[in-house]
């Protein structure tokens, strides 16, 4: 990799394990010292290796200049909390230095704590996906902006409020006690399939697909699993949906970046090694008795996998929609289950339950209608996919739509 792109490579893949090394060490009331070591670390790369050449081990060099920075900041400041005090104490009088682990198991470790204590019921939903993004996936402030369709003012606000608020609840950065795991999990797993759909269905710049942020969540996910204590049914469904859905990324836009819609998409661009694993995840899910809303999405885009139409398959997929309500009502799950309803009971059937819904600013609702009225009524077809038109959000949706109503 040239270096020019190796050190922005280098600050997406590392930093992030070392802010989260830094804040764990240090106590989430220094998560910004933490950042900034990070920030002098690789401003220091910056500085160095276009005049002296990158060195032979890229992450072993950025990760003893920044123990060396901790170990300054450390010796320099002497507001600590008391474990960090007494461990600056012992190491002074025994000579010894400041110990500052960044072994792969105490990176891992320190990310999961980090994503629990972020993911903190204490802070909003988007100030959850915010830190997440910040800390754990080591996106810039303009980054997070982008890809939650917010500006850099608004995010560095949210995320300051949230940091100053978890250090008034004085959130620890380790893993919540058994008795308390389920009830922070629900909240992590939360933010984890929000910050995936935040890639999956982007509306940001006008890209189908933000990839990066699909694979952050997944890697996260990854991290969930790996550790026996959450390696749990729930966190297995969530990763077999992620798996489901990711196995599509190839066939899902074209070369102009623009959205193919599933029904029109190449299957032999399908990653069928994806497809399996989120198969074996789904079934690895299946294990007690406990059926979240990720169990029911993951089945759901399980069927999705077979191509065929066939009576059995939407019959499945209407079922599932149904219990998918029944546990979490959303109008975008309502919406999707009147597309499956049309393929069960037909059109006029699913325009009664569709126009039920009244989901009035949503440009999918009016091009779901459009759709359902093409072959009944083509001028109430037309109207809907014009006023679809004037609500999209993004080039490619207005693109498809423009299609559509060419092909009247």
């Known amino acids: ?100 682990d960044l072994s792969e198991k105490n990176i891992t470790d320190s990310q999961l704590q980090m994503l629990f204590s972020v993911c903190h019921p204490a802070i909003s939903t988007e100030a959850q996906i915010g830190l997440a993004l910040r800390v754990l996936c080591g996106f810039g402030i303009d980054e997070i902006a982008s890809a939650l369709l917010s500006n850099k003012e608004t995010i560095s606000k949210r995320l300051l409020r949230a940091k100053e608020k978890l250090r008034a609840e004085k959130v620890k950065i380790e893993f919540p006690g058994e008795a308390e795991i389920d009830n922070r999990l629900e909240t992590v797993l939360r933010t984890l399939y929000l910050l995936f759909s935040e890639g999956y269905y982007s509306e940001c710049r006008d890209a189908v697909l933000r990839e990066e942020l699909c694979l952050e969540a997944m890697r996260l996910a990854c991290l969930l699993i790996e550790n026996e204590p959450t390696n749990l049914p729930q966190v297995n469904a969530l990763l077999s949906l992620m798996c489901f859905h990711a196995s599509r990324f190839a066939a899902r836009k074209n070369e102009n970046g623009e959205l193919i819609l599933y029904q029109d998409q190449d299957e032999t661009l399908w990653d069928k090694a994806l497809i399996t694993k989120a198969a074996w995840l789904l079934n690895r899910a299946s294990e007690g008795t406990l059926v979240s809303k990720y169990h029911i999405e993951a ?46 009971k037909g059109n006029e059937f699913a325009i009664r339950e569709a126009e039920k819904l009244q989901l009035t600013t949503n440009h999918y609702y009016f091009t779901l209608l459009g759709e359902l009225y093409k072959p009944l009524d083509r001028v109430k077809a037309k109207l809907h996919f014009e006023t679809a038109l004037s609500l999209a959000k993004t080039a490619a949706d207005r693109l498809s739509i423009r299609r559509k109503l060419e092909s009247m």
């Open 1 to 100: 990799m040239e270096q020019s792109a190796l050190i922005p490579h280098l600050f997406r893949t590392e930093s992030r394990k070392i802010v989260a090394v830094l804040s764990r060490l240090l106590g989430i009331s220094y998560m910004d010292a933490a950042e900034d070591i990070v920030a002098e670390t690789f401003l220091a790369a910056l500085e160095t290796w276009p005049y002296k050449g990158i060195p032979e081990n890229p992450n072993a060099w950025l990760y003893t200049v920044a123990k060396n920075k901790a170990r300054n900041y450390l010796t320099r400041n002497q507001i600590f909390t008391n474990k960090i005090a007494r461990q600056l104490q012992e190491n002074i009088a025994g000579n010894t230095e400041i110990e500052i």
């Open 299 to 344: 089945s759901i885009a399980y069927w999705h996998t077979i191509k065929e139409d066939t009576e059995e398959k939407w019959e499945k997929i209407l079922q599932l929609f149904n219990h998918l309500l029944q546990i979490e009502y959303s109008p975008v799950a309502a919406l999707n289950r009147t597309y499956a309803l049309s393929r069960v």
